[in-house]
């Protein structure tokens, strides 16, 4: 049996891994900080209720990472501070995001959540590494399309230049 048979958790990580890990948790530690901050600006009542549940989210895979950082002796990113709750009439009108650039940030967000979860998973040789970002990439196309049907029911969506002229076809 070499070094890479048995149970994934008591493989080694390589470096590609760890440093995937390490940078995923602490990119969702900032986007934890970030939509707690967009919670406060958020009037629309589904939008609230999706940052709400993205943030809990978010802060389960935080525990996975970190629980797999830990165990293989890496030390962890560290955390910005958990923003207050304000009131959405206490920020002023100029200063205040609204519901649909927060939809459009948190959208993007999404997508590139998507894309690392996808490289993290490609580049592990650890199964159990793989497959937990496997988990992370389902649950966020889960909730990208649960955020793409409130920007439409909202009329927050822009889409680009929609082609709608279908040519004729070409016969020879």
Known sequence: MGILSGNPQNEPMHYG???????????NKGYVAGYETLINH????????FL??????MKQEIEQVE??????GIALPPAPPE????????I???????????AASVAK????????????????????????????HMAKAQYGVRLL????????????PLHMEIPEAIHA
């Open 17 to 27: 891994e760890v440093f995937a890990l390490w940078t995923y948790l602490a990119g």
């Open 42 to 49: 958020t009037g629309d009542s589904d939008l609230k209720k």
């Open 52 to 57: 709400e549940d993205s943030v809990q989210a």
């Open 67 to 72: 629980k797999i950082l830990k165990a293989n």
């Open 83 to 90: 923003r207050p709750t304000a009131s959405l009439e206490s």
């Open 92 to 102: 002023p009108a100029g200063a205040r995001f609204n519901d649909a650039e927060i």
């Open 109 to 136: 967000d999404g997508a590139a959540g998507l894309v690392a979860c996808s490289q993290i998973m490609g580049q592990s040789i650890r199964e159990d590494i793989g497959a937990m970002f496997g988990q992370f």
């Open 149 to 160: 049907r409130i920007m439409k029911e909202k009329g927050w969506l822009i889409p680009p």
